[in-house]
């Protein structure tokens, strides 16, 4: 009986919630209405706080705010955080899930014992963020983003991408709605994507270790490799690390064909492009959607400014996010939003 009160409470604060983000979200909304801001397109990103901050930094001056606009960036990057959002899209808050930047660890705050832990979900974090920015400026993908996209209008799209159950199987006879949700999960499938977050952003399917549902469905297991421990056995040490992990998803990507569409990224993190840094693919996430936000409410003020404190307030904040480690500065930022550029102009076109 207890349990079963505690649940309905549960339930009944996260209705609430959802009442008091949706509320909220309508309000900010307004205010940049009543600010004179035009907001284009379905998405709507928030700036970071610290990239708001490079914008009016010690060494450099980037007018693109008025001081009433400045304070309401600030006010919705801060409620984006607190909530856990990545802004909006067709007016509901969206949670970034993979794609959320991650924090900088601190060795002098962290327990030692929490450091690699720590360390480790950072590291799984900024790969599949790393794939997320190859994704999104890579034209194969978002040339093929246009045949679910198109379904969706047909079938009056709200704003809601259907949640994917891959345990059932696929339903192929469906119409209208029925049939986005089909376009919907190829599409993720094809991609290892667990989803879309908005039009603009995947959100990649990440690694299951252990599988909580007890196995892996095909259309899952279809994105990769699986592994499977029966419950009475207990692994030797060495039985399972990461030289056997690879040799068992070495054996996947053999499969003939079936990675074509993928075989830049595979190269990329397997190592076998020379020049290419998972890393620069995260950094380009986060300036692909920092200039998708720009670009949605100040695209003339953009244009005008002064681009050489544009791209030092990009670097700055970039390299803080990195915990002040070495980055490149203007120049590596003046590159990754060009690289941005050019994929939303080849989309226009």
Known sequence: MDSKV?????????????????????????????????LTGEAMYCLPEKLLVAFEGEYTQVYLMHVKEQKLELSFAKWCAKRGYAGLFHGLPVCPGNLAIPEFIDQNTVKPWEMKRAQTKQLCQNRLRGYAGWLVVNKQFRAELHRPKARAKK?????????????????SSGRGKGRFELRYREFCQRWCLARLITWDLPDPQGPLLPSLSGGIPPALASMGMSLFLPATFKPP?????????????????????????????????NGTQSGRNKTKFSDLLTVFVCWQALMSRYAGRVDNCSKSDLYFAFGQFLRELRGMEPFGGSEKARQLIRRVRQSLATDAS
């Open 155 to 171: 079938s009056a799209f709200d704003g809601v991408f259907p949640l994917i159950n891959w345990f059932a199987p696929k339903d």
């Open 237 to 269: 040490t060495g039985l399972v690390n990461s030289e056997t992990l690879h040799e068992c998803r070495t054996v996947a990507l053999n499969e003939a064909g079936r990675w074509k569409h993928l075989k830049e990224w595979l190269g990329i993190v």
């Open 6 to 38: 505690s649940n309905n409470t549960a339930t009944r604060r996260k209705a609430e919630a959802v009442r008091r983000d949706l509320k909220e979200a309508t309000a900010y909304l307004k205010r940049y209405e009543k600010c004179g801001i035009q």
